[in-house]
């Protein structure tokens, strides 16, 4: 039986329970079926492009450079939903500082709005599309793309031109827009972007819901054993050999605290973790003491 279905079965037969213990006067029988008893929906896999699928699509939509290529490749390098990308508006571009622009989504799916970063490349993309506005016989209304029977005729009228892309170089399965934030998402986290800064980026509200967008596959696996094998971060540092010089009075008594310190340190690592470690352990706190003491004093003249 499939999960769904499980479900719904699931369903129907606590609001039979709930009816029987209405009727008949059994309030033990709604309590019968607990929220906990009901399976997880199957959660859908993230659908980003593939390493292969992405480039080609890009390079025809370059190609191309058409009023809908430049429309998917802006939803690629900003990862907004093609529902979005209809409401921008014709100022959307904000600047924010010495070459530092962002793009300004309006209220999206989770009626919320956001600044997301961007570099030359989307700003061109935007004044392209500018460019095919101004050439519209549509009068001005404050939107970047003309819609001229509304929102969802533009939406409609934008889908099926994807498809013919990925005909065109050669992919067989089926691609659909929102593949691409999907695709923009993984690519931000291989590049070092944070979750917390991904959520704002995608305009989500639940860290869960972004992690179905990551798509981590066997190379980025690869990419970061080999770079925790280079660069580990669990060691704990080995303390500094400590020069014993040849000074005497009072700095040389502690340089010879200080190495009489380190000795005791090192010794103590390489025992197991048994009695004989922590008796090391708390001589070598009570050196440490000695010392903070020591650094207090004021040496006589």
């Known amino acids: 039986m499939a999960t769904a279905v499980y479900i719904c079965r699931l369903m129907h037969l606590r609001c039979v329970l709930e009816e029987l213990a209405w009727t008949a006067q059994l309030p033990d029988l709604a309590r019968l079926i607990r929220r906990q008893d009901s399976p997880r929906p199957p959660q859908r896999i993230p659908r980003a492009l593939t390493a292969q699928q992405d480039p080609l699509i890009q390079q025809e939509l370059l190609r191309r450079n058409d009023l809908a290529a430049n429309v998917f490749l802006l939803l690629r390098h900003t990862g907004m939903r093609i529902g979005e990308c209809a409401d921008l508006s014709y100022d959307c571009l904000r600047n924010v500082g010495p070459d530092r622009w962002t793009i300004h989504v309006p209220l999206g799916k989770l009626k919320t709005e956001r600044l997301v970063p961007v570099d030359s490349f989307i700003c061109e993309l935007v004044q392209r599309l500018r460019f095919f506005r101004s050439f519209d016989s549509l009068p001005p209304d404050g939107r970047l793309l003309s819609r001229p029977h509304g929102k969802q005729a533009l939406i409609r009228q934008l ?115 048994h009695t004989l470690r922590h008796c090391l352990d708390r001589l070598s706190n009570r050196l440490t003491k000695i010392l903070s003491e020591i650094r207090k004093l004021k040496p006589p003249p």
């Open 159 to 273: 889908r099926p031109y994807l498809q013919e892309v990925s005909a065109a170089v050669g992919i067989t399965t089926r691609i659909v827009p929102h593949q691409l934030r999907h695709t923009y998402a993984s690519e931000m986290v291989r590049s070092g972007v944070t979750l917390p800064a991904l959520m704002k980026l995608l305009g989500h509200t639940d860290p869960e819901m972004t992690m179905r967008y990551i798509d981590v596959t066997s190379n980025d696996l690869q990419r970061e054993f080999q770079l925790a094998r280079s660069q580990p971060r669990h060691l704990v540092p080995q303390p500094k050999i400590p020069t014993l010089s040849q000074r005497i009075g009072w700095d040389g008594v502690r340089d010879s605290l200080l190495f009489a310190q380190h000795a005791l340190e090192m010794f103590r690592r390489s025992l197991p973790d």
